[in-house]
């Protein structure tokens, strides 16, 4: 797993929560974990949350009890992660996914979790087999992994534009509020792979230089993301 977002820059770690609040994948994440702890009599799962960004799910989890290690390459959204309210609960490492078993090597996990486009990150059959494998490696012997990946068949990234994806967020830097205009532009879609630039000004402030950021995700087909799986072993249990 690769550093491949926009949030290894500050700003946009600290204006990620606003872009992103808690929503119905949260909620799904969380109904999960409780399901899966109901069939283990409420025992606290060991829960890995691989990408965790800034924490808000993670913490969210290690809140109900559970035992969670939250993971990112990106130093700034975990900074945002170690400093919410009891984020002091769950274990932050910074590192990549593949690297897993070097940190945790006698830490079987129960579930494994990859929200948003934590799963799309890698970009090609060899980094998504290196995660795989090291997050099979981690599995307990009825651990799940659950994980999101968007239908390429729907086109999404055909919305990236300025036009369509222009919010504005106001957020307080060195003591003053600042209004922050964000979007997405110059989506480019080239085999299942999708670039685009992510883009930030300071409304109230036009002399400061633009931000841009560049990311690339990928987009797997249902057969191929079966296939995926397969090779590594990982039983598929819903699409």
Known sequence: MT?????ADPLLARLYDLQNPWGPDCDFYMTLAADLARGKTFAPLRILDIGC?????????AQQGHKVTGLDPAAPMLKVARARQDGHLVQWIETTADALPRHCPDQPFDLVIMSGHAFQVFQDDKALQATLQAIRQQLAPDGQLAFETRNPLVQSWKKWTREQTTERFTLSLDGKPETIELWHDAPQFKGDLVSFISCYRFVDQPEKPQGTTHSTIRFLSREKLAQQLNVTDLRIKAF
């Open 3 to 7: 550093d491949n977002s926009p949030f």
């Open 53 to 61: 960004g800034t924490g808000l799910l993670t913490t969210a989890l």
